[in-house]
């Protein structure tokens, strides 16, 4: 997250909101009621470290976060900064007929959300400051000569043409054609010493969004909605968290992140989140505990790849857990899926053991001799092992219940291409799955042990 910290360059203002409460609440007591009133608009006072401008000689300040983190209050101080100096208090030199474009996916978001939004531009203003807004000419003017043009990215051609030194470019992951329009906004910024591009969106994986993000001459913020916490409603919180908790909607629009599938991957986001379920059958054929053990537990080992799934009644399997340990040593982990298998009440704990020889087995013996263990040995690669399990998926045969991120992460970049890092989640998973569904010819049974 970029932002820079109160230090010899920053603000009196932003100097004030760091001090300790106490100190703080004195210091506002004695400030003459016309700085206070000032202070009100002073965005250095209110803004969080992450939401601070940048610092350096970028060319495109990219905000990617969730929704609520306080996108559109970011683009509209940028935008007062830009146009009428930085602070109520401070001389503006250079911002005299300043040309700034304004650009959302169409007018009505422009004008409703930048312009005249709970956060935008008009309502950030202070009074004797506030621009003119000309609906009819789509225009903001300041008192000092700066304008500012609404365009609206549905019709791209409106950017060609037009030249300005400044733009703020909201919720462009949403534009259409957003590739075009961002082409001809960027073919406009001509004017000046210095032309940027502030852009603040809810992230998506598009192709051009990611080159964006990813250019030398970008600097990114991100962040997630719990940033904002503060000034969120709690029952909304709660409530987000209760339905999409760490679900790929959730990531994406509440987290901010940018999630993709690997060219080639066995598994999409899209398929996973299609068949996710908030909860298991109450009743349940048999379950299971799967393990791909790492057998070391040093610094550089692989993680401990442990996963609960069960047969439902319908035929189904659900994934109940992803419990997997990073750098355990091995009566770590053991003692760790023992005590899920106990949890679970699971029929069987089945454990790869190309690896590990009988120490998984010498373990289980030691620590929970009355458990149904199976060992398993891979003799095919990953990706014959993984075809089966994902073409289940395919088949609406396979529920996630609930989400798990790091699981999932993995089955969306997994293509099984040497060099791949060793997908200790996803070869539990197939594990699990193989032991409920599948038979050596891959047809799904259900297995009387």
């Known amino acids: ?42 965005w250095s006072f209110w803004a969080r470290p992450g939401q601070r401008t940048p610092e350096g000689p970028w060319f495109c300040w990219l905000v990617l976060a969730g929704r609520g983190f306080g996108k559109t209050r970011m683009g509209a101080e ?59 000419r789509r225009r903001l003017t300041w008192a000092n000569g700066a304008v500012a043009e609404i365009f609206a990215a549905a019709e ?7 030249q300005h030194h400044l733009a703020w470019a909201d919720e462009i992951a949403k534009w259409p054609a957003g590739d075009v329009a961002w082409a001809n906004l960027l073919m406009g910024l001509r004017l000046g010493d210095a032309p940027r591009v502030m852009a603040t969106t809810t992230p998506r994986p598009l192709a051009w969004l990611k080159r964006l993000a990813n250019d030398p001459n970008t600097v990114v913020t991100r962040g997630g909605t719990l940033d904002n916490r503060a000034h ?14 760490r679900t790929r909607i959730g990531r994406q629009e509440l987290g901010g992140e940018i999630l993709e599938d690997a060219e080639g991957a066995l598994w999409t986001r899209a398929l996973i989140e299609d068949q996710r379920v908030a909860r298991a059958p109450g009743s349940c054929r048999r379950t299971v505990v799967a393990v791909d053990p790492p057998v070391t537990g040093h610094k550089g080992s692989d993680a401990c790849g442990i996963v609960i ?12 857990e992803d419990a997997t340990l990073a750098r355990a040593s091995p009566a770590t982990w053991m003692a760790r ?30 620590m929970a001799p009355e458990t149904a263990y199976r060992p398993v040995r891979a003799s095919h690669g990953k990706i014959a092992r993984a075809e089966p399990v994902a073409a289940l998926y395919e088949r609406g ?15 969306c970049r997994f293509t099984g291409q040497p060099g791949e890092t060793s997908p200790d989640r996803l070869d539990a998973l197939v594990w699990a799955l193989t032991e409920l569904m599948l038979t050596p010819g891959g047809r799904p049974q259900v297995r009387r042990l």
Request: hydrophobic share 40%.
């Open 337 to 366: 899926a023992l005590a899920l298998y106990g949890r679970y009440d699971a029929d069987r704990l089945v454990a790869e053991v190309n690896n590990g020889g009988d120490l998984v087995e010498t373990l289980v013996r030691q």
């Open 156 to 162: 791209p051609d409106q950017l060609r043409g037009p």
């Open 397 to 411: 045969l396979v529920a996630h219940v609930g989400a798990w991120p790091e699981l999932e992460d993995q089955m």
């Open 232 to 245: 969120l409603a709690r029952p909304f919180l709660a409530e987000m968290e209760r339905q999409y908790g």
């Open 78 to 136: 940028w935008v007062r900064a830009q146009m009428e100096g930085p602070t109520p208090l401070t001389a503006a030199p250079g911002t005299a007929g300043r040309r700034l474009a304004l650009i959302g996916e169409t007018w009505a978001d422009v004008r409703g959300v930048m312009v005249e939004g709970d956060s935008g531009i008009l309502a950030c203003s202070p009074p004797d400051r506030r621009p003119v807004f000309e609906p009819s």
């Open 309 to 320: 799934a069960a047969l439902g009644e319908d035929g189904r399997a659900y994934v109940l």
């Open 1 to 42: 997250m970029t932002g820079r910290n109160a230090g010899p360059g920053a603000s009196p203002a932003e100097k004030l909101a760091r001090l300790p409460s106490s100190r703080r609440a004195a210091v506002l007591a004695q400030l003459p009621a016309e700085d206070c009133r000032a202070l009100f608009y002073d």
